[in-house]
DNA sequence: GTGAAAGCGCTAACAG
DNA sequence: CTGTTAGCGCTTTCAC
């Protein structure tokens, strides 16, 4: 390995002046600057990163913590938002380290850990489970630290969430304009955040209408396939005439249900998914969906830790941004 | 910051018997480990990783490189490999940094020359382009390096493919089989060696039987949704019986044409795609898709990495893994 | 305009 | 069984 060492002897300096060239970090004359990075390119030299960082305690790198669970088709849109926040952070010159919780507190912990010891300069975190604030206390760490997608209960902090309630206050809303009375409400787990808070939009929408919450309709469960299959043939056999689903998902077992049992999408039943994904496109009907904007939470997300780095004393910023009801066929 | 002094100090004994009662690495007595452990408590000692790298040459970490296209719907497949391997790598207490090479040549060598300069301990790399065979060169790092999914010419080194010739060979067969002898062809860009393998396959099952191939039933176009459309349209204008979809993103494109024209599956046209994800089971009928196990991928190529740092010197191991039809009602 | 040298926090000879 | 100490490759203060 070559070291800032031997291309000070090649370039006849001293390493304090190829440091200084390097990082344009004070003034160096013309002349010897060519020498250095004559020496520099001669000897194929790479600054040595952790050095760098342990000297100057920057790592140019953050961590993203999010809770994925099973192997393979669980969260799109954590990825969605691993894409955003990797696309920002190569635009600024940082790396990233991915870490997944699990959707495990005891994981997310061990994690953070890992996180603390490792000299990130951030960290942008979907946090497991909104009940819990112990992150405080956790992330000792001395790094900025961005929540994003779930609300962790009492944490302060830079956070940017998507509008969650309004997201499914539309979607429901718009099935009552359209004259459906008896809709169902499919959920992954509640209790944390985001689900609640669609149960919430529901509740509103109907409340609006004078339409009573009927707790027959609203059906609960670990957010699978084969729980989103399940629970539509529940509130099928319920006889409700319409289908707000509050995740991907579920979303995907829901509409396996009805087609494998051809029922006819909007006739016999009209329903509405949650996130946009190409695939929703090629049922048919195409699904009509709540989109949430996953790719601009991670740039926005990161684009406010970046601000912190740079040593922003603003005080803590809570972004919301807005789910959007992409119309289709579907209800 | 608390460092290795301050617990050594703590504890009364010095940095050495602190630094190997962290790593079990020399005999200490239990009595001095008690101190030691208890100063560490005390303190919240956290090692720091980047000092530890510096010195021992050991980060702990692997590079991960994907080439990712698109904003949002692009490549789960490559994230499902990702997936595959931060379990792995979790299970051993290693960590991961993404990084995404856009599927760009330059930002391809780019990114290396960062993960050079960065002490990472391996690299899994799904490289750009087959044709260009500058890794070696490139790779001056003194890491290990697997490469993914697809098969760069030239290049010595561990590999984990799938076998993509017979992946569609035996959906094209499948599909001649069923007696469909106007099958069309719908691929990503050419030139790179899983699309081209994957045309391989296809010739050759049409070969087998005695099946003339025609120029105008094999399309060609950029992975995306709107290609796979379009290309789709073509061949449904040329009259084919049957589609084969060479990757998911534009299998998602041809369902979305076929069902918008109300071409029925499998009635008019038989279909196969590539890929199985959840949301190939909610088109109606269910898609049959040729199955790539992702995580696998992701997985044996993280081992095979795994043993390269613990001293590996076996000879290069090129690792095929099988691609599987699975039937659902699409032809 | 530049150089000498301290030191970031740790590991690993070497010494006892 | 444990301690002393050099040094990983870099940045940065102080000095000239």
Tied chains: 1, 2.
């Excluded at 970090?25 to 050095?51: C, G, S």
């Excluded at 919430?200 to 929408?205: L, R």
């Excluded at 329903?271 to 926005?300: C, H, N």
Aim: proline letters at 3%.
């Amino acid at each position: 390995m070559v070291s800032i060492k031997d291309v000070a002897k090649k370039a006849q300096v001293s390493t304090a002046t190829v440091s200084h060239v390097i990082n344009e970090t004070r003034f160096v004359a013309d002349e010897t600057k060519q020498k250095v990075y004559l020496a520099m390119k001669d000897l194929n030299y790479q600054p040595n990163r952790i050095a760098r960082s342990l000297r100057s305690r920057k790592s140019n790198t953050i961590g993203l913590l999010v809770p994925l669970v099973a192997e393979d088709t669980s969260n799109f849109f954590f990825m969605s938002i691993a894409n955003g926040i990797e696309k920002v952070l190569k635009e600024n010159g940082y790396n990233l380290i991915l870490s997944n919780s699990n959707e495990d507190e005891v994981t997310e912990k061990n994690q953070i850990r890992v996180f603390n010891t490792q000299l990130i300069d951030g960290l942008v975190i979907a946090p497991v489970n909104g009940e819990d604030s112990a992150y405080n206390k956790e992330l000792t760490g001395d790094y900025p630290v961005v929540y994003i997608d779930r609300h962790p209960s009492g944490v302060e902090g830079d956070i940017v969430l998507v509008d969650n309630l309004r997201g499914s206050y539309e979607g429901v809303r718009a099935l009552l304009n359209k004259g459906y009375e008896r809709i169902g409400f499919i959920t992954g787990t509640l209790g944390i955040t985001t689900s609640d808070e669609r149960l919430k939009g529901y509740k509103q929408a109907l409340k609006e209408k004078a339409i009573p919450v009927r707790k027959e309709f609203i059906k609960e469960g670990p957010a699978t396939f084969e729980q989103g299959y399940q629970l539509a043939k529940e509130l099928h056999e319920a006889e409700v005439t319409a289908l707000f689903v509050a995740n991907n998902v579920m979303t995907m077992g829901a509409v396996s249900y009805l087609n494998e049992h051809q029922v006819k999408i909007p006739e016999e039943i009209g329903i509405i998914g949650y996130d946009d994904y190409d695939w929703m496109k090629i049922t048919s009907p195409p699904l009509s969906v709540v989109r949430q904007p996953a790719f601009e939470i991670g740039k926005v997300a990161v684009e406010q830790l970046l601000k912190r780095i740079n040593g922003s004393k603003e005080k803590f910023a809570e972004v919301m941004l807005d789910a959007e009801l992409v119309q289709r066929g579907s209800f």
